[in-house]
């Protein structure tokens, strides 16, 4: 995610969708802490379907078997600069594709 060095000063910033779609998801979430208030808060939702046509392997946050999952990839990453709020939970994750067709995780 090659946001502007100048995208800064947010009291709120969410990720819907996105970690798992990045070319470089450690890039943008090392980044994060420039750029949300101190106290400010980050929310990630993700069905965490990582593919190799999005974000190289070696460069996935977890998701690899026998490995991290993506949920402590993401506390490794983000673990120095912010506190988890809420534990982790599952939700329904809902793509319409066409006006018959969704995609579920």
């Given at each position: 995610?090659n ?5 800064t ?13 990045l070319p470089d998801?450690?890039?943008f ?5 420039s ?5 400010g808060?980050?929310v ?5 379907t ?9 460069r ?8 991290r ?5 993401l ?6 600069d912010f506190d988890?709020?809420?534990?982790p ?15 579920k995780?």
């Amino acid at each position: 995610c090659n946001l502007p060095e100048d995208m800064t000063g947010y009291d709120l910033i969410c990720g819907f969708n996105l970690i798992d779609r990045l070319p470089d998801p450690t890039k943008f979430l090392e980044s994060l802490s420039s750029r949300v208030h101190p106290g400010g808060l980050v929310v990630l939702s993700s069905p965490y379907t990582w593919l190799d046509s999005f974000t190289p392997r070696d460069r996935w946050v977890g998701g690899q078997r026998g490995g991290r999952t993506t949920c402590e990839g993401l506390r490794e990453v983000l673990g120095p600069d912010f506190d988890e709020v809420l534990e982790p939970r599952d939700v329904w994750f809902v793509i319409k594709e066409s006006p018959r067709n969704y995609q579920k995780t």
